[in-house]
């Protein structure tokens, strides 16, 4: 151990410093106590440099689920677009197509869109953020757009309904009879024949016997046996450039012959099993200026969405076979 010494100037001579046991215990002491802080004061510096504050961490927590949570609501603005753009194109292809209007192009639904770059305030935030923030906000911006467009086009399409009374009275929007929907308009393989041909109708399942409606208002233009296949039929003339045609029938409602004034919702015959059958159901065409149209794109009045979606679906899958 050294010692501390200190001069005695009455004795002329260093003497050693001699230290109580109570001195040293605390000189011992005080200096562990301050290597520990100071050994203290370096780990906790050292750990929030690696790791952050306490605040720090809370926030990049906050911030780490703010930002899932927002990838989540991108997922569901994604799906409402599809969505969108489902109810865009049968504004298009059924009722503005059926109505006889012009349909809105995707030029004219997007225009106004875009433009000057409006979502420059989210520069600055972490690239992860900024992204997300940009592509939601851009989205959303062009859903509103394209939703007042929809807006527009059905009070056109309520506008048109309003000043074309007449016409609307005449067209074919009604399921003529009540049945579901055995094959879709499109290439099949004919159920009889056995060979792929074009279906140009509906084919609803109805027992023999089953009443058929007028499903807009005509005029009976043929109501006799037709050949090829078609059995007893009647054809019905809406004007407009529309026809409707009713096959397989086992007999016509009373008063039902060429040159009979019908109105939409009136009895016009029976379903059967005439012609070329594999059973009885109701085979429906509608022609439009002299060429066969889909029927299914006409039952918007009475088709629920979950049938006209999977009737489409089912179309779809045939026509690629
Ligand atoms: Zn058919």
Excluded at 72 to 95: C, F, G, M, P, W
Excluded at 124 to 150: C, D, F, P, V, W
Aim: charged fraction near 20%; hydrophobic fraction near 35%; glycine fraction near 10%.
């Amino acid at each position: 151990m050294k010692h501390l010494y200190y001069y005695d100037s009455q004795r002329c001579e260093f003497v050693i410093v001699e230290y109580s046991t109570t001195d040293k215990v605390i000189h011992t002491l005080t200096t562990w106590v301050m290597v520990g802080i100071v050994m203290a004061g370096i780990l906790v510096t050292s750990l929030a440099y690696l790791t952050g504050s306490p605040a720090e961490i809370a926030l990049r927590a906050e911030n780490n689920e703010l930002i899932r949570q927002h990838q989540h609501h991108k997922s569901n603005i994604a799906q409402l677009q599809q969505q969108l753009n489902r109810i865009a194109e049968r504004d298009n292809t059924v009722y503005r197509t059926v109505l006889g209007m012009d349909p809105i192009t995707e030029e004219e639904r997007m225009a106004g869109v875009g433009g000057a770059d409006i979502f420059s305030r989210f520069d600055g935030y972490s690239t992860t953020a900024t992204a997300l923030l940009r592509e939601t906000s851009s989205e959303l911006e062009n859903m509103k757009h394209r939703l007042s467009i929809q807006q527009a086009s059905f009070d056109e399409i309520k506008a048109f309904y309003n000043d074309n009374v007449d016409k609307v009275r005449h067209l074919p929007i009604l399921r003529p009879v009540d049945g579901i929907i055995l094959s879709g308009y499109g290439m099949r393989n004919h159920p009889v024949l056995g060979v792929r041909r074009m279906h140009e109708g509906l084919d609803f399942r109805a027992s023999v016997g089953t009443p058929v409606y007028a499903p807009g208002d005509g005029v009976i233009k043929y109501a006799a046996n037709r050949a090829g296949g078609y059995g007893l039929t009647i054809d019905i003339d809406h004007s407009h450039g529309y026809v409707t045609r009713y096959a397989h029938l086992s007999g016509f409602a009373d008063g039902i012959r060429p040159g009979r004034r019908i109105q939409r919702g009136d009895l016009i015959g029976y379903t059967g099993r005439s012609g070329v059958v594999s059973g009885p159901h109701l085979h429906y065409e509608i022609i439009r200026n002299g060429r066969p149209v889909d029927p299914l794109n006409y039952l918007f009045a009475d088709l629920t969405p979950q049938e006209y979606k999977m009737f489409t679906r089912i179309q779809l899958a045939q026509n690629e076979r």
